[in-house]
């Protein structure tokens, strides 16, 4: 897999989201998985048949305090765990063969208080990490043969309030952090050489209340937000020169409450936005032209209690979404021409409890789920029609996933 300005499907899903609780390897071989009372990172070998999980030779492998969430590199050669608690990123070299995770000379490095989210610029060059606790974003260059980091100068940059997440949009010329403490969206402009962040003009923007995740459109020309506490979705045009954020007419766009996350599909011709306290999952038609949204015919479409992190299949054809207090995963078929919805056959699935992520393989075979209260995860094979059915031997332990 090369690194480029393109992103494929699973690089879409897996890469723009950002870290999550767990990742699949590019190759599909191997599943890692970050526990955060344990202190340490699960790791499984996929069985390509059947999609069973056999934890890897010297797993759990050790992290720092509290790891909140793991991404990878393009090409699955390197690791990078969030330590919340430790105030650091551990790194990893992967073995190319058994899977087994190996830390780097000079791991764990220093990063600001509470960090949430590493995310890799698309050359694979630079690394970012939001600082919850520090109301910052940590700048990194990445060696390209070890995959160590080195802080850039001017490391910390200033964020607003308590910086949710960052996100990098697809050319890699720009970035953005939601303040979950604020109304405000931070953008910066990357240094195509050195990697700096430089606060763009006007910045921070004005959003709703409590604004967590910042989702870029693929052709990076929108950006989407959603806001907790206001019960809606910010929409912004990103200035392709300045990285500025202008207010697309229409938005906010009403949600169901407490918006939690923005999924676009990777045709980025509709986007769906999971509502925790609505139990809905709300679909909208982008326009591509403006950036405004439409709710889809028969938008918002029921979840279970709680729904967080949906994800798309690699095709594009099914969405799927955790119902965190249900300990269920529901699935849908997305209609190609109106972006609507219909449940799959047999959904919801149930999971382990409270199921907090899913992450499908790039073949589209295998979608995995990690269960935070009973400390598994849940594997299903996923028929042509959406389906889901669990793999022999599912669930399979974890480490403590559970947060104290």
């Not at 529901?330 to 959904?347: E, N, Q």
């Amino acid at each position: 897999m090369s690194r480029d300005s393109s992103l494929t499907t699973i690089d879409y899903v897996t890469e723009r989201l950002g870290p999550r609780l767990h990742v699949v390897h590019p190759s599909d071989r191997f599943l890692y998985l970050a526990n955060w009372t344990s202190n340490d990172l699960s790791a499984y070998r996929i069985d390509p048949d059947t999609g069973a999980l056999r934890s890897l030779p010297g797993a759990p492998f050790p992290a720092g305090t509290h790891p909140r969430g793991v991404t990878l590199d393009a090409e699955g050669r390197f690791l990078y765990a969030g330590n919340w608690g430790s105030h650091s990123i551990s790194v990893y070299a992967i073995d190319p063969e058994a899977g087994t995770l190996r830390p780097i000379p000079g791991s764990p490095f220093p990063a600001g208080p509470n960090p949430r989210n590493l995310r890799l610029h698309p050359t694979g060059r630079f690394a970012y990490v939001s600082n919850a606790g520090g109301d910052s974003v940590s700048m990194y260059a990445v060696d390209q043969a070890s995959g160590g980091l080195t802080e850039l100068p001017g490391s910390p940059v200033a964020s607003g309030p308590q910086p949710r997440s960052i996100m990098v949009d697809p050319r890699g010329r720009f970035a953005f952090t939601a303040n979950a403490g604020s109304t405000l969206v931070s953008a910066y402009r990357i240094d195509a050489r050195s990697g700096v962040l430089s606060v763009v003009d006007g910045s921070p923007f004005r959003a709703g209340s409590d604004p967590r995740f910042v989702t870029v459109h693929p052709s990076g020309a929108f950006a989407y937000v959603p806001n907790q506490r206001s019960h809606d979705l910010s929409a912004y045009a990103v200035d392709p020169d300045t990285g500025g954020l202008a207010s697309i007419p229409g938005s906010p766009f009403k949600t169901g409450r407490c918006p939690f996350q923005v999924l676009i599909e990777p045709g980025g011709r509709f986007a769906y936005v999971a509502n925790q306290k609505s139990r809905s999952l709300a679909g909208f038609a982008i326009d591509r032209a403006t950036g405004a949204l439409e709710p889809v015919p028969g938008s918002p479409f029921r979840t279970g209690r709680h729904p967080i992190w949906p994800t798309v299949d690699p095709t594009g054809r099914f969405v799927y979404i955790a119902n965190k207090r249900s300990n269920t995963v529901s699935g849908w078929r997305i209609d190609p021409t109106s972006g609507a919805l219909a449940p799959v056959p047999g959904s919801p699935f149930t999971t382990g409890k409270r199921p907090r992520a899913i992450t499908v393989t790039a073949s589209g075979r295998f979608a995995y789920v990690g269960n935070e209260r009973s400390d598994d995860v849940t594997a299903f094979a996923i028929a042509p029609d959406g389906r889901l059915s669990q793999v022999p031997g599912s669930p399979f332990p974890a480490g403590r996933i559970q947060r104290a």
